[in-house]
């Protein structure tokens, strides 16, 4: 079993930054891609950003510019930097990470809040 732990949450005002980190419990071995996901109040969980074993990255179109992911194999552990925050980024953070070699498993943290308010 893996746990992932999530940290770097808190109240920011618009336009400021914030850093969330996510560490594994334990080393991984095979192929994973880690990423963020978010859920705001009343809405479904959404994708984020994500980054391959490669350093491949994706992100929402929402979070294009503004947000930087980068991952660390020791851990493992992943990182979201994000720059120029709205309101509406208001939501609570999800760390994901996606095992797809030996086996197919998919692990979720507990959750960062994030707020965006003035």
């Known amino acids: 079993q893996v746990q992932l732990v999530e940290a770097g949450g808190g109240l920011v005002q618009p336009g400021g930054s914030l850093r969330l980190s996510c560490v594994a419990s334990?080393?991984?071995?095979?192929?994973?891609?880690m990423g963020w996901y978010r859920q705001a109040p009343g809405k479904q969980r959404e994708f984020v950003a994500s980054?391959?074993?490669?350093?491949?990255?994706n992100y929402s179109d929402s979070a294009k510019g503004r947000f930087t992911i980068s991952r660390d194999n020791a851990g493992p552990t992943v990182r979201l930097q994000m720059n120029s925050l709205k309101p509406e980024d208001t939501a609570v953070y999800y760390c994901?990470?996606?095992?797809?070699?030996?086996?197919?498993?998919?692990?979720w943290g507990q959750g960062t809040l994030v707020t965006v308010s003035e």
């Open positions: 994901n990470l996606d095992l797809t070699w030996p086996s197919a498993r998919s692990y």
């Open positions: 334990r080393t991984i071995f095979g192929s994973f891609t």
């Open positions: 980054i391959a074993g490669d350093g491949t990255t």
